[in-house]
């Protein structure tokens, strides 16, 4: 019997991402929490051109809550390239930026 049926793709959309994101099962250090959009997205950028593996965290649910500004998002960082990380965001003048612990 002849089926006229496609074959199931998920319909699940995912966005691609164009940089080096931290691969699973990388232990991660969190190195930043802000609410501040423009300061993720510069230092999203310097993370990418430095080859640095990343993950922003609490992202969507900084999304569920309205963007009222109470959830920061949270930078994680491989925990091998934590130093080189700290170094390059220190360089471009965001050491203020960094948690200490």
Avoid: Y
């Amino acid at each position: 019997m002849l089926s006229l049926a496609r074959a199931r793709r998920s319909t699940i959309k995912t966005p691609k991402r164009w940089g080096k994101c931290a691969p699973r099962g990388s232990p991660l250090v969190e190195i930043l929490r802000t609410n501040d959009l423009v300061l993720i997205s510069v230092i999203e950028s310097l993370l990418r051109a430095a080859g640095i593996g990343f993950f922003i965290a609490d992202q969507h649910m900084a999304a569920v809550e309205g963007s009222l500004g109470f959830l920061p998002r949270r930078i994680l960082v491989e925990a091998r390239e934590e130093a080189r990380a700290r170094k390059l965001l220190t360089e471009a003048g965001l050491a203020a930026e960094l948690r200490n612990d």
